[in-house]
């Protein structure tokens, strides 16, 4: 079974603060993909890596950063926590080719104070 | 930007009941996919619809496409109170690296 973990179920920080959410997967998928859920909004898609060192842009980049050293770990990281980043963080995972689907992680629900 | 958006938002029905939920969507698309999220868990692939097909089935599952009206639907038969969740499309473009647009879901609550 295709397993994706990440770092925490739970997290609080306080605004300011750097916060660095981990992902990792045990397919050697090559794709990785960081969204956020919010209430009536559906997934909306932060960043994601079509490969080990590559990322890209998605949706809604501004604020964040990842980092991508190993084809297993996708981490995302938050320069500096505001209030407007409390969310739910999900990390998924697929390998490369048309059709494909998408496996997730259990989920980060993150507060920010 | 959110390309499908699911109708209705939310659905109450007893077990033993037909489900049934659309999905409508914007741009041309390589394929269309439902997802099931249990509450505070992670999404969970259903089932894959391919641009050129009409029809698909898998289990209790049945999901349509109609790329002229781009509309989806996904129709749970003999519902159980396990199908509670949010049900979630999304369409995938072409030559888009596999990445998704989700739309924001349908709660369905399946009362025994």
């Known amino acids: 079974d295709v397993k994706v973990t990440q770092s925490s179920r739970y997290l609080v920080k306080r605004t300011g603060e750097k916060v660095f959410l981990e992902c990792v997967q045990d397919?050697?998928?090559?794709?990785m993909f960081w969204y956020r859920q919010d209430p009536g909004l559906g997934l909306r898609l932060i960043y994601f890596?079509?490969?080990?060192?590559?990322?890209e842009k998605g949706d809604i980049p501004e604020g964040y950063s990842v980092s991508r050293e190993k084809k297993e770990r996708f981490s995302l990281i938050l320069e500096s926590a505001s209030t407007n980043q409390t969310s739910m963080y999900l990390c998924?995972?697929?390998?490369?080719?048309?059709?494909?689907?998408?496996?997730f992680g259990p989920g980060t629900r993150l507060l920010v104070l | 930007s959110q390309q499908g958006e699911e109708d209705p938002q939310a659905l109450s029905i007893q077990e033993g009941e037909n489900a049934t939920m659309n999905c409508s969507y914007k741009?041309?698309?390589?394929?269309l996919q439902w997802y099931r999220q249990n509450s505070g868990r992670g999404l969970v692939h259903l089932i894959l619809?391919?641009?050129?097909?009409r029809e698909k089935h898998s289990g209790r599952l049945r999901v349509t496409l109609d790329t002229s009206k781009k509309s989806s639907s996904l129709l749970i038969t003999a519902s159980r109170a396990a199908d509670t969740a949010s049900y979630f499309c999304a369409t995938a473009a072409f030559d888009s690296w596999g990445k998704l647009q989700f739309g924001a879901g349908t709660q369905v609550v399946v009362t025994p």
């Open positions: 890596s079509y490969d080990v060192k590559m990322k």
């Open positions: 998924a995972s697929r390998t490369q080719g048309a059709g494909e689907t998408q496996y």
């Open positions: 397919m050697d998928h090559e794709n």
């Open positions: 741009t041309s698309i390589n394929n």
């Open positions: 619809i391919r641009s050129n097909e």
